[in-house]
Protein backbone atom coordinates (compact mmCIF):
# COMPACT_ATOMS: atom_id res chain seq x y z
CA UNK A 1 0.00 0.00 0.00
CA UNK A 2 2.87 2.34 0.85
CA UNK A 3 4.47 2.08 -2.87
CA UNK A 4 1.68 2.42 -4.60
CA UNK A 5 1.05 5.75 -2.64
CA UNK A 6 4.93 6.56 -3.48
CA UNK A 7 3.95 5.78 -7.01
CA UNK A 8 0.82 8.18 -7.23
CA UNK A 9 3.16 10.79 -5.66
CA UNK A 10 5.60 10.11 -7.55
CA UNK A 11 3.80 10.61 -10.71
CA UNK A 12 2.05 13.21 -9.37
CA UNK A 13 4.77 15.44 -8.88
CA UNK A 14 5.89 14.54 -11.93
CA UNK A 15 2.57 15.86 -13.56
CA UNK A 16 2.57 19.41 -11.28
CA UNK A 17 6.35 20.00 -12.28
CA UNK A 18 5.71 19.53 -15.82
CA UNK A 19 2.42 21.69 -15.87
CA UNK A 20 4.33 24.65 -14.13
CA UNK A 21 6.86 24.23 -16.53
CA UNK A 22 4.73 24.82 -19.43
CA UNK A 23 3.22 27.60 -17.84
CA UNK A 24 6.55 29.14 -17.46
CA UNK A 25 7.21 28.74 -21.03
CA UNK A 26 8.14 32.70 -21.41
CA UNK A 27 10.77 31.88 -18.90
CA UNK A 28 12.99 29.67 -20.80
CA UNK A 29 12.21 30.04 -24.38
CA UNK A 30 14.44 32.52 -25.20
CA UNK A 31 17.33 30.07 -23.43
CA UNK A 32 15.89 26.95 -26.08
CA UNK A 33 17.87 29.14 -29.44
CA UNK A 34 21.02 28.74 -26.98
CA UNK A 35 21.11 25.48 -25.84
CA UNK A 36 19.96 24.40 -29.41
CA UNK A 37 23.07 25.63 -30.71
CA UNK A 38 25.62 24.34 -27.84
CA UNK A 39 24.08 20.98 -27.54
CA UNK A 40 23.36 20.52 -31.44
CA UNK A 41 24.88 22.74 -33.76
CA UNK A 42 28.29 22.54 -31.37
CA UNK A 43 28.33 18.34 -31.69
CA UNK A 44 27.93 18.57 -35.11
CA UNK A 45 31.63 18.18 -35.91
CA UNK A 46 32.19 14.85 -33.85
CA UNK A 47 29.01 13.14 -35.13
CA UNK A 48 30.23 13.81 -39.11
CA UNK A 49 33.99 12.74 -37.98
CA UNK A 50 32.39 9.42 -36.68
CA UNK A 51 30.02 8.79 -40.04
CA UNK A 52 32.50 9.12 -42.35
CA UNK A 53 34.52 6.38 -40.83
CA UNK A 54 31.41 4.60 -40.36
CA UNK A 55 30.87 4.85 -44.23
CA UNK A 56 33.94 3.92 -44.54
CA UNK A 57 33.99 0.31 -42.48
CA UNK A 58 30.81 -0.61 -43.58
CA UNK A 59 31.52 -0.40 -47.46
CA UNK A 60 34.88 -2.17 -47.05
CA UNK A 61 33.58 -5.20 -44.40
CA UNK A 62 30.05 -5.47 -46.84
CA UNK A 63 32.40 -6.15 -49.85
CA UNK A 64 34.85 -8.66 -47.97
CA UNK A 65 31.24 -10.57 -46.43
CA UNK A 66 29.51 -10.58 -50.16
CA UNK A 67 32.00 -11.44 -52.26
CA UNK A 68 31.85 -14.51 -54.22
CA UNK A 69 28.16 -14.63 -53.19
CA UNK A 70 25.90 -12.00 -54.16
CA UNK A 71 26.40 -9.24 -56.33
CA UNK A 72 28.36 -6.36 -55.29
CA UNK A 73 25.40 -3.90 -55.91
CA UNK A 74 24.32 -4.94 -52.37
CA UNK A 75 27.65 -2.99 -50.87
CA UNK A 76 24.65 0.10 -51.31
CA UNK A 77 21.82 -1.62 -49.58
CA UNK A 78 23.87 -2.36 -46.46
CA UNK A 79 25.26 0.36 -46.18
CA UNK A 80 22.21 2.86 -46.38
CA UNK A 81 20.37 0.38 -44.34
CA UNK A 82 22.67 -0.35 -41.69
CA UNK A 83 23.49 3.82 -41.53
CA UNK A 84 19.95 4.75 -41.75
CA UNK A 85 18.40 2.42 -39.34
CA UNK A 86 21.01 1.23 -36.57
CA UNK A 87 24.69 3.09 -37.01
CA UNK A 88 23.78 6.33 -37.92
CA UNK A 89 20.85 6.95 -34.90
CA UNK A 90 22.92 4.62 -32.15
CA UNK A 91 26.66 5.90 -32.31
CA UNK A 92 25.56 9.58 -33.00
CA UNK A 93 23.64 9.26 -30.11
CA UNK A 94 26.37 7.12 -28.14
CA UNK A 95 29.25 10.26 -29.21
CA UNK A 96 26.64 12.81 -28.12
CA UNK A 97 25.55 10.74 -24.68
CA UNK A 98 29.47 11.50 -23.55
CA UNK A 99 29.26 15.24 -25.23
CA UNK A 100 25.96 16.46 -23.90
CA UNK A 101 25.06 14.52 -21.09
CA UNK A 102 28.32 15.41 -19.00
CA UNK A 103 28.08 19.30 -20.52
CA UNK A 104 24.25 18.75 -19.06
CA UNK A 105 25.50 17.03 -15.79
CA UNK A 106 28.40 19.31 -14.95
CA UNK A 107 27.10 22.40 -15.45
CA UNK A 108 23.96 22.41 -13.86
CA UNK A 109 26.04 19.92 -11.17
CA UNK A 110 28.22 23.24 -10.39
CA UNK A 111 25.60 25.30 -10.17
CA UNK A 112 23.91 22.62 -7.51
CA UNK A 113 27.01 22.68 -5.98
CA UNK A 114 27.88 26.36 -5.38
CA UNK A 115 24.27 26.81 -4.37
CA UNK A 116 23.13 29.01 -7.85
CA UNK A 117 20.18 26.62 -7.77
CA UNK A 118 18.76 27.75 -4.57
CA UNK A 119 20.12 31.36 -6.05
CA UNK A 120 17.10 30.50 -8.21
CA UNK A 121 14.62 29.41 -5.93
CA UNK A 122 15.26 32.24 -3.67
CA UNK A 123 14.40 34.26 -6.57
CA UNK A 124 11.48 32.63 -7.31
CA UNK A 125 12.56 30.68 -9.98
CA UNK A 126 11.43 27.00 -10.75
CA UNK A 127 15.01 25.10 -11.46
CA UNK A 128 12.94 22.76 -13.93
CA UNK A 129 11.41 25.41 -15.98
CA UNK A 130 14.67 27.23 -16.01
CA UNK A 131 17.41 24.81 -16.39
CA UNK A 132 15.94 21.05 -17.40
CA UNK A 133 13.30 22.16 -19.74
CA UNK A 134 15.41 23.99 -22.34
CA UNK A 135 17.72 21.83 -22.29
CA UNK A 136 15.66 18.45 -22.80
CA UNK A 137 13.63 20.42 -25.71
CA UNK A 138 17.02 21.45 -27.54
CA UNK A 139 18.31 18.13 -27.23
CA UNK A 140 15.49 16.30 -28.44
CA UNK A 141 15.18 18.51 -31.43
CA UNK A 142 18.32 18.78 -32.83
CA UNK A 143 19.75 14.66 -32.03
CA UNK A 144 17.79 14.09 -35.19
CA UNK A 145 18.50 17.02 -37.31
CA UNK A 146 22.69 15.98 -36.34
CA UNK A 147 21.70 12.34 -36.90
CA UNK A 148 20.10 12.97 -40.49
CA UNK A 149 23.51 15.07 -41.33
CA UNK A 150 25.36 11.83 -40.00
CA UNK A 151 23.20 9.59 -42.13
CA UNK A 152 24.18 11.52 -45.48
CA UNK A 153 27.46 11.62 -44.68
CA UNK A 154 27.74 7.91 -43.71
CA UNK A 155 26.47 6.85 -47.05
CA UNK A 156 28.22 9.60 -49.22
CA UNK A 157 31.46 7.90 -47.68
CA UNK A 158 30.33 4.83 -48.32
CA UNK A 159 30.04 5.23 -52.03
CA UNK A 160 32.57 7.10 -52.11
CA UNK A 161 34.21 4.08 -50.95
CA UNK A 162 32.97 1.75 -53.00
CA UNK A 163 33.52 3.55 -56.46
CA UNK A 164 37.26 4.18 -55.73
CA UNK A 165 38.42 1.66 -53.74
CA UNK A 166 35.96 -1.75 -54.57
CA UNK A 167 35.53 -1.00 -57.95
CA UNK A 168 31.55 -0.28 -57.82
CA UNK A 169 29.91 2.33 -60.23
CA UNK A 170 27.79 4.74 -58.87
CA UNK A 171 24.84 3.60 -60.73
CA UNK A 172 25.64 -0.46 -59.04
CA UNK A 173 26.16 1.23 -55.69
CA UNK A 174 22.73 3.67 -56.53
CA UNK A 175 20.86 0.78 -57.23
CA UNK A 176 21.13 -1.73 -53.78
CA UNK A 177 20.66 1.57 -52.22
CA UNK A 178 17.65 2.01 -53.98
CA UNK A 179 16.79 -1.69 -54.08
CA UNK A 180 16.01 -2.21 -50.19
CA UNK A 181 14.95 1.63 -49.42
CA UNK A 182 11.89 2.54 -47.68
CA UNK A 183 11.21 5.85 -46.30
CA UNK A 184 10.42 4.35 -42.98
CA UNK A 185 13.59 3.60 -42.84
CA UNK A 186 14.89 7.13 -42.44
CA UNK A 187 12.05 8.50 -40.12
CA UNK A 188 12.17 5.55 -37.98
CA UNK A 189 16.24 6.10 -37.60
CA UNK A 190 14.90 9.99 -36.66
CA UNK A 191 12.73 8.91 -34.44
CA UNK A 192 15.16 6.85 -32.29
CA UNK A 193 17.12 9.67 -32.59
CA UNK A 194 14.85 12.19 -30.89
CA UNK A 195 13.89 9.47 -28.08
CA UNK A 196 17.83 9.34 -27.19
CA UNK A 197 18.23 12.85 -26.78
CA UNK A 198 14.83 13.18 -24.44
CA UNK A 199 16.86 10.19 -22.36
CA UNK A 200 20.32 11.74 -22.41
CA UNK A 201 19.67 15.01 -21.64
CA UNK A 202 17.20 14.57 -19.07
CA UNK A 203 19.81 12.26 -17.34
CA UNK A 204 22.15 14.59 -17.35
CA UNK A 205 19.90 17.20 -15.71
CA UNK A 206 18.72 14.63 -12.93
CA UNK A 207 22.06 13.63 -11.95
CA UNK A 208 23.00 17.36 -12.31
CA UNK A 209 20.27 18.27 -9.71
CA UNK A 210 21.72 15.37 -7.43
CA UNK A 211 25.04 16.61 -7.26
CA UNK A 212 26.40 16.88 -3.40
CA UNK A 213 29.46 17.43 -2.07
CA UNK A 214 31.70 19.74 -4.01
CA UNK A 215 33.91 18.85 -6.97
CA UNK A 216 33.88 15.44 -6.10
CA UNK A 217 30.01 14.96 -6.39
CA UNK A 218 30.32 16.87 -9.73
CA UNK A 219 32.88 14.27 -11.42
CA UNK A 220 30.65 11.43 -9.84
CA UNK A 221 27.46 12.43 -10.94
CA UNK A 222 28.84 13.34 -14.83
CA UNK A 223 30.29 10.16 -15.10
CA UNK A 224 27.01 8.53 -13.84
CA UNK A 225 25.22 10.68 -16.42
CA UNK A 226 27.31 9.98 -19.40
CA UNK A 227 27.01 6.10 -18.08
CA UNK A 228 22.92 5.77 -17.75
CA UNK A 229 22.67 7.74 -21.14
CA UNK A 230 24.94 5.29 -22.90
CA UNK A 231 22.72 2.33 -21.07
CA UNK A 232 19.33 3.77 -21.47
CA UNK A 233 20.32 4.64 -25.54
CA UNK A 234 21.16 0.76 -25.79
CA UNK A 235 17.86 -0.33 -23.87
CA UNK A 236 15.98 2.18 -26.46
CA UNK A 237 17.34 0.69 -29.91
CA UNK A 238 16.20 -2.65 -28.58
CA UNK A 239 12.48 -1.14 -27.64
CA UNK A 240 12.91 0.48 -31.18
CA UNK A 241 13.87 -2.66 -33.14
CA UNK A 242 10.74 -4.33 -31.43
CA UNK A 243 8.83 -2.01 -32.38
CA UNK A 244 10.07 -2.17 -36.35
CA UNK A 245 9.44 -5.82 -36.20
Known amino acids: ?7 VSFIGG ?22 MRRLGVDSIPIALFIAVFTGIVLALLSSYIFTGTVPNYFVGALVGKTIMLELGPVLTGMAL ?3 VGANIAAEIGTMKVTEQVDALETLAYDPGSYLV ?3 VLAATVMFP ?21 LDLTTL ?14 LWFGLIKAASFGLVVALTGCLRGLATQNGAEGVG ?23 VLL
Open 1 to 7: MKSAREI
Open 14 to 35: AALRAWRSLRDVGTWSPLLVGQ
Open 97 to 99: AGR
Open 133 to 135: VPR
Open 145 to 165: VVTALAIGVGVLTGWFTAINL
Open 172 to 185: EFVKGLRMFYQFKD
Open 220 to 242: RETTRAVVIGCEAILALDAFWAL
